[in-house]
C-alpha cells in the first residue's frame, strides 16, 4: 500500500501491518515495503496524537524495576572503571574540505556529528555544551569548536532527552536554520522562535537543496519533564545525498527489528552512524542502548558498507568501563568478518570522507 501525503493538519494513520513494531511471524512472508514516501511540504502545520505510547517497542520501567535499580544498580563505574579516562580517544583536527559532490563525517562527541552531504552541513543531536541537565560534565572536550564550524545548513534531532536536544546549543544558531525533528517535537522548537521546523512521523520525509532527511523508527522513548513521557517522537535519520549516497543516524536505540526493516527501504546505506555506549547494567538498559555487539549486528541488518561508533566517551552514563565500548566493539567487527577499514572507529574530534 503506498503511503499518501496527508493533510497538514491531520492526525497520522495507524502503521501498516509491516510497521505496527511487532515482527512478522516466522512462517509469514517477508513483508512488502511501499515506495518511499513523497516529501512532504517543510515547515509546515501538523496535528500530532497527546501521546506515542503504542510506539514503544518495550514497556517502561515499572515500580519493581525502580525498586530493583534502586537496590543494585550502579550509575558509574568503579574506580578501575574510571581510570581509563585520560585515554579517551580525543584528536581534534580540522574539517575535510569538500564540495557538493562530497560526503564527510566528524565526531564531535557523544551523537553530534558534522555531517557534509549534498553541499550542506548538517549537525545531529548537536550537544556543545561542557554538563547537561542530571548528567557529570564531558570526560572528552567537544572535537570540533563551534567557531570552526561553517554555516550550519540544517539540524536533526533524534529525540527529546537532555543528552540529545541540549537548548545552550541550538540558541546558538540563527533562528531560520531548518531543524528536521520528530513528531510533536515543534512546539519546544517554536517557542524557541525558530521558524523552519519540519515535524515528521516514522517513514516520512522531507527535503533541503536536494538532500532527502527521512525519519525512520527507533527502539526508544521521550520524556523532558515529570508530565511529558512519550508525548513527542523518537527516532533516527537517514539522509540521502542528490547522487544516492546514505547516511544513517540512528540516534539513540537499543537493538531490535527495526533495523532490518530500515535496510530493506533503505538500500545501500553507506555510512551507518550507531550507538555503541551506555549498556550496562543490562537488564535496565537493554531495551533502550545497543551494546557493542548488537550496534554490528544491526549494522549488517540495515545492510551499511560503513559503521561508525557513538554515544560512548563522552558522557559517562552508566556502569560500563569507560574504555569498554570501543575494545568491544573491534573485536565483535572482526568476529562477525568484516573488513577492518569499513569500522570508522574515530577518536572525537576524528574525520573521515567517504570515497
Known amino acids: 500500500m503506498t503511503q499518501q501525503p496527508r493533510s497538514a493538519t491531520s492526525t497520522p494513520a495507524p502503521a501498516t501491518t509491516e510497521d ?42 515499572g515500580l519493581k524495576g525502580f525498586a530493583r535499580f534502586a537496590r ?18 580525543y584528536e581534534p583536527g580540522p574539517l575535510p574540505r569538500v564540495d557538493a559532490r562530497t560526503v564527510a563525517v566528524t565526531w564531535a562527541g557523544h551523537a553530534s556529528w558534522v555531517v557534509r552531504i549534498g553541499g550542506l552541513t ?38 527529546n532527552h537532555y543528552d540529545h536536544l541540549d537548548a545552550p546549543t541550538l540558541r546558538r544558531l540563527p533562528r531560520d536554520t531548518p531543524a528536521f525533528v520528530p513528531a510533536g517535537l515543534g512546539r519546544w522548537f517554536h517557542r524557541r522562535r525558530f521558524t523552519r521546523v519540519t515535524e515528521l512521523d516514522w ?28 508525548r513527542t517522537l523518537w527516532g533516527g535519520w537517514v539522509l540521502t545525498a542528490p547522487d544516492g549516497r546514505r547516511v544513517y543516524f540512528a540516534g539513540d536505540t537499543g537493538y531490535g527489528h527495526w533495523f532490518a526493516r530500515i535496510g530493506r527501504r533503505y538500500p545501500g546505506i553507506d555510512l551507518a552512524l550507531l550507538p555503541i555506549g551506555a549498556y550496562d547494567p543490562r537488564w535496565w538498559l537493554r531495551d533502550v542502548h545497543c ?43 572482526q568476529r562477525a568478518g568484516l573488513p577492518r577499514e569499513h569500522l570508522w572507529d574515530l577518536p572525537v574530534g576524528g574525520s573521515r570522507v567517504l570515497e
Open 20 to 61: 505496527d513494531g511487532a515482527p512478522p511471524a516466522a512462517s509469514s512472508p517477508a513483508p512488502s515495503y511501499p515506495p518511499l514516501a513523497d516529501p512532504r511540504p517543510p515547515a509546515e502545520h501538523r496535528v500530532w496524537p497527546r501521546t506515542f505510547h503504542d510506539r514503544l517497542t518495550a514497556p517502561l520501567p
Open 72 to 89: 543494585e544498580g550502579a550509575v558509574r563505574p568503579g574506580p578501575e572503571g574510571l581510570a581509563d579516562i585520560p585515554r579517551l580517544p
Open 122 to 159: 548538517v549537525l545531529t543531536d548537536p550537544v556543545w555544551s561542557r554538563r547537561i541537565l542530571g548528567t557529570p560534565a564531558r570526560v572528552t572536550p567537544v572535537g570540533v569548536p563551534w567557531s570552526a564550524l561553517p554555516r550550519v545548513d540544517a539540524v536533526v534531532i533524534s529525540h
Open 203 to 230: 517513514w516520512e520525509a522531507s527535503e533541503l537543496n536536494g538532500v532527502r532527511f527521512d525519519f525512520v523508527p527507533a527502539h526508544h522513548w521521550s520524556k523532558r519533564t515529570l508530565t511529558d513521557t512519550c
Open 291 to 333: 551494546d557493542p555487539e548488537e550496534a554490528v549486528r544491526a549494522a549488517q541488518d540495515v545492510g551499511a558498507r560503513r559503521m561508525a561508533p557513538m554515544h560512548w566517551g563522552t558522557f559517562v552514563l552508566s556502569a560500563e568501563p569507560v574504555l569498554e565500548p570501543l575494545t568491544r566493539v573491534r573485536t565483535a567487527w
